[in-house]
């Protein structure tokens, strides 16, 4: 039992440290460029540039894994 909560933390852990990069990063560069109080605008303006980059970078993979899989 110890062990597979071992194994969930290190799963996991480096998971929310890259989600919260993605999400950090531009919420951050938003402020900077907008000024002000960091707020909610910040906080969802990189929650939306998170979520689009997830989302090409899948399209990407899965581009890449049907093209590999069809031999081309």
Same mark, same amino acid.
């Given at each position: 039992?110890?062990? #597979?909560? +071992?194994?969930?933390?290190?799963? !996991? !852990?480096? *998971?929310? @440290? !890259?989600?919260?990069?993605? %999400?950090?990063?531009?919420? *951050?560069?938003? +402020? *900077? %460029?907008?000024?002000?109080?960091? $707020?909610?605008?910040?906080?969802?303006? $990189?929650?939306? !540039? @998170?979520? @689009?980059?997830?989302?090409? $970078?899948? *399209?990407?993979?899965? +581009?890449?894994?049907?093209? #590999?899989?069809?031999?081309?």
């Amino acid at each position: 039992m110890k062990r #597979r909560i +071992w194994l969930v933390v290190r799963g !996991v !852990v480096p *998971l929310l @440290a !890259v989600l919260a990069g993605l %999400i950090g990063g531009p919420a *951050l560069l938003a +402020w *900077l %460029i907008s000024g002000g109080p960091f $707020g909610w605008p910040h906080l969802l303006i $990189g929650m939306a !540039v @998170a979520a @689009a980059l997830i989302a090409v $970078g899948g *399209l990407i993979l899965g +581009w890449a894994l049907g093209k #590999r899989l069809k031999g081309d």
